[in-house]
């Protein structure tokens, strides 16, 4: 590395790549196996399956900020094992109830469609979403829940959650759900983090406790990348997440 960035005149960073697969970067080129890759205009890198067998160095051309890497932590097996758990409990707690789930866009898209192919009761399915905009000067940031079309009166309501953090926006989502009578009304979450977590409230169905580190993929986004991987990747230890 260090050979590298005298060669450029200034501060060359290797990465070894078989632990990492994603991270951020803020630069104008990066060399992979000495191909050039202009980023400019992104500022998440993939690296193939392909390079990470091949355990590649990147090297990073000044100038660059490294600002983000993320690891991989749950597999593709692990989600589908957790997500079969919380079927099974479902399809045996649901039964003859004919429930309504109703999942919280957009994170729990995977979440959902997974869970769907599990379920062997009857079961309806319905998609709410927050959408935030800019209020009045008093008001400032405004969240509104759309979507929500469904009757819940004396309906049993399973929300569906990719993950729950502080819990705000799930209580929030209780207290609107709750104002509509639903006969009963229950949580599913794939992803719980019992550190930050500082309600009140049951969250009756937990897909797995995970420690209070941002995490993408399956759904979760960062900076809306990263919905479309099939894994879930944390963020590594010597990152913050701003
Ligand atoms: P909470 O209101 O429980 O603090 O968090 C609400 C939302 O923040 C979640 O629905 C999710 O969209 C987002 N969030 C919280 N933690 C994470 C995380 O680790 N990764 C991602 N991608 N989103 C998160």
Do not use: C
């Not at 990465?15 to 980023?39: G, M």
Request: glycine share 6%; net charge negative.
């Amino acid at each position: 590395a260090e050979e590298l960035a005298n060669a450029h005149g200034g501060t060359a960073l290797s990465l070894d790549f078989s632990k990492t697969t994603s991270l951020d970067v803020e630069a104008t080129d990066i060399l992979i196996n000495n191909a050039a890759v202009n980023i400019s205009r992104v500022n998440t890198i993939d690296v193939t399956l392909e390079d990470w067998e091949k355990n590649i160095l990147i090297n990073l051309t000044w100038p660059f900020v490294l600002i983000k890497k993320f690891i991989p932590y749950i597999s593709e097996k692990e989600i589908d094992e957790i997500i079969s758990t919380l079927a099974d409990q479902l399809n045996k707690d649901f039964e003859g109830k004919n429930p309504l789930f109703i999942g919280v866009l957009n994170g729990s898209f995977m979440f959902v469609s997974d869970l769907m192919k599990k379920m062997k009761i009857d079961v309806e399915l319905s998609f709410v979403k927050f959408q935030s905009y800019v209020g009045t000067a008093s008001t400032g940031k405004v969240s509104e829940l759309i979507g929500l079309s469904a009757d819940l009166n004396k309906r049993h309501v399973v929300i569906l959650e990719d993950i729950v953090d502080t819990g705000n926006t799930m209580g929030e989502l209780l207290d609107l759900l709750g104002s509509e009578q639903p006969a009963s009304l229950s949580i599913a979450t794939l992803l719980v983090k019992p550190d930050v977590f500082n309600k009140k409230y049951v969250l009756h169905y937990v897909g797995k406790n995970i420690p209070n580190k941002f995490v993408v993929g399956f759904g979760l986004d960062y900076n809306e990348l990263g919905r479309n991987l099939k894994e879930i990747y944390q963020l590594a230890d010597n990152n913050q997440h701003d």
